[in-house]
Nanobody
Framework: QVQLVESGGGLVQPGGSLRLSCVASGSIFSMYVMGWYRQIPGKQRELVAT???????NYGASVKGRFTISRDKDKNTVYLQMNNLKPEDTAVYYC???????????????WGQGTQVTVSS
């Protein structure tokens, strides 16, 4: 069993910044991908950013140039630095992790419980 716990959400004014953190714990041998997704009520969950074990990253089109994902592999932690926030960034942000319990073991995928980010004046 793996747990992902997010922190860092809150209320911020347009143009402001927030940093989200997500710590993965439990039976983890290797984390292949960690990432952030977001969801607005009534809409599908969408990709924000992912970071792979080799350090490569992928961003959703709406956040490119404003958000930066990073990862501490030793701590199984992923961060999302969000700058120049806009009201349309308001959503629940979910952490996601994809990995294995042991070498060459089956892949699993887990979600965190989500953290609310509200951008409003």
């Amino acid at each position: 069993q793996v747990q992902l716990v997010e922190s860092g959400g809150g209320l911020v004014q347009p143009g402001g910044s927030l940093r989200l953190s997500c710590v993965a714990s439990g039976s983890i041998f290797s984390m292949y991908v960690m990432g952030w997704y977001r969801q607005i009520p009534g809409k599908q969950r969408e990709l924000v950013a992912t970071v792979f074990s080799d350090g490569s990253t992928n961003y959703g089109a709406s956040v490119k140039g404003r958000f930066t994902i990073s990862r501490d592999k030793d701590k199984n932690t992923v961060y999302l630095q969000m700058n120049n926030l806009k009201p349309e960034d308001t959503a629940v942000y979910y952490c996601n992790g994809d990995g294995t319990d042991y070498k060459d073991g089956p892949r699993w995928n887990y979600w965190g419980q989500g953290t609310q980010v509200t951008v409003s004046s």
